[in-house]
């Protein structure tokens, strides 16, 4: 009884840290079809976190906050994008020169701001943040172990988030698979040329790619700073972004798969916090920081052809010039 | 005789970096003015702050010291046509083989011995650490770059596993070691010139700067003047060429990660032997991330990486002082021009090359006449 | 490969008909910097006729049909389409047009369907659905109408290449071309398939489609086409109906009388053999076999040259000798050294006396941004001579390279300039010095004058010729006829990966050697 609550209460966990990753995953993997490389989701996401927290501290709505952290996503993905697609700059330093300067610009802002050495004041007044919504008769259920725990834990008590980002895995499937755009999409990140004779902008697609890779990152950061913690803090994102994108390589740029990889990586997080100091049977104790490494280990096997293969799409990183 | 679009080559190698950093400075100063202070104070303060004084020119020097060791990694990894971003995991990798080497041996061994010890521990760990994403690209077409970042996160999982649980000093709380023996400390330049009867104010500034202008040197005669250096440079500028001349790129590009992690390898030099005299958390603050910006703003060559290490460190030591004078600046904006000038260098080079261009295209046609 | 004529030709268009030309082409003219690529072009294609267009390779026939497709803007002249004039200035136009085009290299996104291929650009609605199901009947029909079955729902990279050049194929059509070109498609096609494109081509004609067939194989004209188009050096030098002519006439038309640069050479004294080639097989980095049980000897004080149109094999074969690419099957003799079982590389040829002038200089013989003196030592950068111990002697190279400058007249002499500064000639004058520096005693050169003004041109065919009087060997590989007559001894003819004769010098001519190079059997007419 005592290990089937553990259980489920670990899943519920594995369920709120999984969010952010599936949104920063489905929004690179946006980008990422269409032959962007996204390595700036740690940027975006942290960018758009400061703006949501300082927005909805001064305004008192968390939906404001919502648009500020969507908008500065956006801005910010549109900056990679004119240097990268635009410009045809190099797509890997353009993404760490926006993680890096995100990194110290929130901060910086922060601390000129609000004067609390790099935060953003707390969300503490209702409405600031997004809290849990409790379904109907939950507290109820909880007494009956089963289905109860399970509909009061696992399916009950999120915030509108997270609700949001499991909609957005079918959605993202059905556009990347059903509709004209996501045809073009995945076309011009396996051969932008065919789409170019076929009389289609490729950097128009690049750039609408792009576009939604910065709109989902900024609901991720917004979830960070608003529902999954109240304020922003300096470098809250801590690697999230590429551990997404990690889960994205594992998912093989697929919505489900993708989904897949991020409720795994999540779990391995919640189930670090779990395991600290406890003595397994055979093995004993697992050091907290393999658990945490796990994630990494298992993309790098993945690159290595262990575990399947990994096949990106083939055009991804080059930019796009026409010939001669 | 330039094709329109063409830079001569000073001009690439000289006013690009410049005009780009210009124009990120300026950014900065944007940021800077939006935050609420004045730009040309800040500006002012920077320079005082970095060179002002002995003890700020020798922490200039001192941060230096660390982007010319990851400016030259990414620099030599660049000549080979690879990206090498895990240079901030290689230099952890590389201060933990010197922290073991000064651990075991700082009670048994005099000075000169310890240290051609742990210079090739310092090597030799940070080659390790770059070798499984180089042996993946060359035999298993892994990218690179995705492999180096997952290694980052892997390796600081790893030193931290290290410092909480192995190596840490018993009865203390902060995941540190225990303090080495003297006789594993890299000497401080103001003791040294002091017993040449110089009087310095006192900085962290030790042999490892010495060290690292060796290892300039070194890159120098090496991808240039070496026959190595040339199956390098060849191999990353047209490797089919390479094919023809019977070189093999993948054997060159390997040999050119494991030196690129031995040189990041050298920032354990500086801040475990040098500095703290112990191994502690996350040494290399970033210094891997900073070294990709020394190195394109360097140009990848070792007189440009040395200048743009100099600039980096006089922003990072002018920029802790400004937050001292400053109250609405602290460290991070250092941060943010950082990002800035790598962004403006790096990836917005076309941008700022097309007009530099049409410039010199009109400037030319005037010169000789229509 | 059969003949696969079914039904007799279609009548010309005559005067009383009302149907205007499918297209007509009128002084369409078109340069690329020096190279006049097009000169005022002007012929008309009857509607529903299969019609060639041939030439060897640069006599402007795929300028001139990437004009038409509008990849191109011609600088002079119009293209009018069933009577009325168009103004192409992308793909865009053409397709409305009714115009379609076939690639050599496929435009294909090798992980979709090939319904998927079919239909991006024209999804026919936002949803995938409706649109999918549409194209799925409309293709069905066209299917049924000219033959053209492919598989809707398989993935196109697991699909043989012939079915891939169908999806092409069905692109265009569902498009509603009228007018499809097809840019040398047997090039990748096996002999059966080669038959079932041209059966489906006869099956477009009788539909009333018209196709222009771009290609230098000679035995294809004859085979599907109706009239037929020569073009040399830009020009169209002949038109004719394709039954009043014949492959040895075609020839003669497409080669024609160029000026000839003959090298005045005394008659060769062979000595003996240096290289001897046995049985080689060697497949391309996909795996397509380019050169096929390829086997001859090359001696002392000779040069023999390796004539075909480009891509029958010669370059494989220039790069197996070197070393670059590992045949699947035979071997290679040099000075009694097995190379291939050996496994020797580059470095090791060059070491025994092996050197190596590339077809391509740009891509593979130099490296544009290095200086001229780094450049000549590429390949040779590990010898004593300029290098002590792994450093590499900067005097010694300098001197080299200004000895060589000297010596090839490479100008301007500046060792430190970046070899992108110099001219064409002047970089060919330096790999040449650099190759024949080290005294080797067998030279592989692969165009060697390609892109080579005409003064540097008479500069390096006199070297060779030295060079093989001094009793070294050569094997001169050229697209350019005029090239090999004027300076080989003997000839090899090469033809889809075979070396399918071999003349004297004495004995050779344009025709004979044209003949050869488009594949036609001694005895054929």
């Known amino acids: 009884m005592e290990t089937y609550t553990l259980i489920v209460l670990l899943l519920a966990a594995t369920i709120r840290v999984a969010t952010p990753l599936l949104l920063a995953a489905l929004a690179g993997m946006f980008s990422e079809r269409s032959g962007v490389i996204d390595l700036g989701l740690e940027g975006k996401m942290l960018g758009a976190a400061f703006a949501a927290a300082a927005v909805s501290a001064v305004t008192g709505s968390v939906w404001a906050g919502l648009a500020a952290g969507v908008l500065t996503s956006v801005a910010l993905a549109l900056l990679i994008g004119f240097a990268c697609i635009t410009h045809r700059g190099n797509q890997v330093v353009a993404a760490m020169a926006v993680n890096i300067m995100v990194a110290g610009l929130g901060p910086s802002l922060a601390l000129a701001w609000f004067n609390l050495g790099g935060q953003t004041p707390q969300l503490d007044a209702p409405g600031q943040r997004f809290v849990e919504i409790v379904w109907p008769w939950a507290e109820r259920a909880r007494e009956t172990p089963f289905p109860g725990l399970l509909y009061a834990e696992l399916l009950s008590g999120h915030s509108l988030v997270v609700y949001l980002a499991a909609a957005l895995v079918p959605a993202g499937a059905w556009v990347l698979y059903r509709t004209r755009f996501g045809l073009r999409l995945r076309a011009v990140g396996e051969n932008p040329a065919a789409v170019d004779t076929a009389g289609i902008s490729v950097n128009g697609l690049r750039y609408q790619a792009v576009l939604i890779s910065g709109v989902l990152c900024g609901v991720a950061g917004t979830y960070l700073s608003t529902a999954a913690s109240s304020g922003f803090v300096r470098d809250m994102t801590a690697g999230k972004g590429y551990l997404a994108l990690a889960a994205l390589i594992f998912g093989k740029w697929r919505p489900y798969p993708t989904l897949g990889a991020c409720l795994l990586f999540a779990f391995t997080d919640a189930l670090a ?52 | ?221 090496y991808v240039w003047h070496t026959r190595w250096g040339y199956e390098l440079r060849t191999v990353g500028q047209n490797p089919s060429a390479a094919v023809y001349a019977g070189i093999s790129p993948p054997r060159v590009m390997l040999v050119a990660m494991l030196l690129s992690g031995a040189l990041a390898g050298g920032l354990g030099l500086n801040e475990v032997m040098g500095v703290q005299h112990r191994l502690l958390l996350d040494f290399p603050g970033g210094a891997g991330f900073v070294g990709i910006a020394v190195a394109l703003m360097g140009r990848n060559h070792p007189v440009g990486i040395f200048l743009a290490a100099v600039l980096f460190g006089a922003l990072y030591q002018g920029g802790s002082q400004l937050s001292f004078d400053l109250p609405r600046i602290n460290r991070d904006m250092v941060v943010v021009i950082q990002g800035l000038v790598i962004l403006a260098c790096g990836a917005l080079e076309n941008l700022f090359r097309t007009p530099l261009a049409a410039l010199f295209a009109r400037w030319r046609h005037s010169g000789e006449g229509d | 490969m059969s003949a696969v004529r079914t039904e007799p030709p279609a009548e010309p268009a005559s005067p009383a008909h009302a149907h205007p030309p499918a297209l007509e082409l009128q002084g369409i003219d078109k340069r690329f910097g020096p190279v006049h690529a097009n000169r005022a072009v002007s012929f008309a294609i009857a509607r529903g006729t299969v019609h060639g267009l041939v030439g060897e390779n640069g006599a402007g026939k795929s300028t001139l049909m990437n004009i038409v497709y509008g990849f191109h803007r011609a600088d002079a002249g119009e293209v009018w389409v069933h009577g009325r004039r168009v103004d192409i200035h992308r793909p865009h136009d053409a397709i409305a047009a009714g115009i379609g085009m076939v690639h050599q290299h496929f435009m294909l996104v090798d992980n979709f369907t090939v319904l998927e291929n079919v239909v991006l650009g024209v999804e026919g609605g936002r949803l995938l659905a409706d649109g999918l199901a549409r194209a799925r009947g409309e293709l069905e029909r066209i299917a049924r109408d000219y033959g053209l079955v492919v598989p809707l729902d398989a993935v196109v990279e697991h699909l043989p290449v012939g079915l891939q050049q169908r999806v092409e194929i069905l692109k265009a059509l569902y498009r509603r071309a009228e007018i499809l070109i097809l840019d040398e498609p047997t090039a990748v096609l096996t002999p059966q398939e080669t038959d079932q494109l041209f059966r489906m081509l006869a099956r477009l004609r009788q539909q009333g489609k018209t196709v222009i067939l771009v290609t230098h194989k000679l035995r294809e004209i004859m085979a599907v086409t109706d009239r037929v ?107 009694g050294v097995a190379l291939v079982r050996g496994g020797l590389g580059p470095r090791e040829r060059r070491r025994l006396g092996l050197a190596h002038v590339p077809e391509d200089r ?154 050869m190079m488009a594949g036609v059997k001694e005895g054929h007419a």
């Open chain 3, 229 to 335: 188009t020569v073009m040399r050096q830009g020009a169209v030098v002949h038109e004719t109906a394709t039954c009043e002519t014949s492959e040895r006439a075609l020839a003669e038309k497409m080669v024609g009388r160029a000026v000839s640069l003959r090298v005045e050479k005394t008659p060769a004294r062979p000595g003996g053999v240096l290289l001897a080639v046995k049985d080689l097989e060697v497949r391309d980095r996909f795996g397509v076999t380019r050169v096929k049980r390829a086997g001859f000897e090359l001696r002392a004080g000779e040069i023999l040259g390796l004539a075909g149109v480009a891509g029958n094999g010669q370059s494989e074969l220039l790069e197996a000798l070197a070393g670059i690419l590992t045949p699947s099957r035979g071997e290679i003799v040099f000075k």
């Open chain 1, 273 to 324: 916090a779990r395991l600290q100091g406890v003595a397994l049977p055979l093995v004993g104790v697992i050091p907290v920081q393999f658990i945490l490494a796990l994630p990494y280990v298992l993309t790098v096997l993945l690159l290595a052809g262990f575990v399947g293969k990994a096949v990106a799409p083939k055009a991804i990183g080059v930019p796009y010039a026409k010939e001669q």
């Open chain 2, 1 to 221: 005789m330039s094709a329109p679009g063409r830079l001569p080559r000073w001009a690439d190698l000289g006013l690009l970096p410049v005009v780009s950093l210009l124009a990120a400075l300026a950014a900065s100063a944007a940021i800077i003015a939006i935050v609420g202070e004045s730009p040309w104070v800040a500006l002012r303060l920077l320079a005082a702050g970095a060179f002002g004084s002995q003890e700020a020119a020798g922490y200039t020097l001192y941060y230096a010291t660390n982007f010319i060791f990851t400016g030259l990694a990414v620099a030599v990894a660049f000549h080979a046509g690879l990206f090498n971003i895990g240079c901030e995991g290689q230099a952890y990798v590389g201060g933990l083989g010197v922290g073991l080497v000064c651990l075991g041996l700082d009670h048994h061994w005099p000075f000169w011995a310890i240290l051609p010890v742990a210079m090739c521990a310092a090597a030799g760990f940070g080659a390790a650490w770059a070798f499984i994403p180089a042996w993946l690209q060359a035999r298993r077409g892994s990218h690179i770059v995705i492999t180096t970042i997952m290694f980052n996160f892997i390796a600081s999982a790893l030193m931290t596993y290290l410092l909480v649980e192995v190596l840490i000093k018993p009865g203390q709380q902060s995941p540190e070691t225990r303090e080495f023996a003297s006789s594993a400390w890299l000497p401080a330049f103001p003791a040294l010139l002091g017993r040449l009867g110089v009087g310095v104010s006192a900085s962290p500034l030790n042999l490892a700067f010495v060290l690292a202008l060796a290892a300039a040197a070194f890159v120098w005669v």
């Open chain 3, 362 to 515: 740009l891509r593979m013989g130099t490296v544009a941004a290095f200086s001229a003196q780094a450049n000549a030592i590429l390949g040779y950068h590990d010898q004593p001579a300029y290098n002590r111990g792994g450093l590499l002697r900067g005097t010694a190279i300098q001197a080299g390279c200004e000895r060589k400058m000297r010596d090839y007249d490479v100008r301007p002499p500046d060792p430190g300039l970046r070899l992108s500064a110099f001219s064409g000639g002047n970089q060919q004058k330096l790999v040449l010095a650099r190759e024949i520096d080290c005294d080797p005693q067998v030279l592989l050169v692969g165009q060697p004058t390609r892109g080579v003004d005409i003064g540097a041109v008479e500069f390096i065919h006199r070297r060779l010729v030295g060079l093989r009087d001094a009793g070294k060997a050569l094997l001169l590989v050229s697209v350019e006829l005029d090239e090999i007559l004027g300076l080989a001894d003997r000839i090899l003819v090469m033809f889809n990966g075979e070396i399918v004769g071999e003349v004297a010098s004495a004995d050779a001519t344009e025709e004979k050697l044209g003949l």
